[in-house]
């Protein structure tokens, strides 16, 4: 089984950005969706960004239209891009290759270890 590095968290004001990286060991072309989770203490692990082969992508509510996922296929890496950030966007974040965006929570890989990503008000 392949790994997640993801990288590119700190801690930043609202209102800026930050992008997140994930380098997987594995070509990421052979699967269907890519996906970006964040889990906020006392929290579950949801879905905030995904992203199929195809190029169609999903977006949790709370981050519509301020985050984007991409890939750059020929680095096997995803990226999240996070602009307009908020307090409650504060939460360790992670990547990884779920079944499909139809089931995002049963994923192909062990977790990675995360990055964690800060705004303060």
């Given at each position: ?53 195809d190029g169609v992508t999903q977006y949790a509510d709370s981050v ?58």
């Amino acid at each position: 089984q392949g790994q997640l590095m993801e990288s590119g968290g700190g801690l930043v004001q609202a209102g800026t950005s930050l992008r997140l990286s994930c380098t997987v060991t594995r070509e990421i072309n052979r699967f269907k969706a890519l996906a970006w989770y964040r889990q906020a203490p006392g929290n579950q692990r949801e879905l905030v960004a995904g992203l199929t082969r195809d190029g169609v992508t999903q977006y949790a509510d709370s981050v519509t239209g301020r985050f984007t996922i991409s890939a750059d296929y020929a680095k096997n890496t995803v990226y999240l891009q996070m602009n307009h950030l908020k307090p409650e966007d504060t939460a360790l974040y992670y990547c990884n290759i779920p079944e499909s965006l139809g089931v995002p929570m049963t994923v192909y890989f062990h977790w990675g270890r995360g990055t964690q990503v800060t705004v303060s008000s």
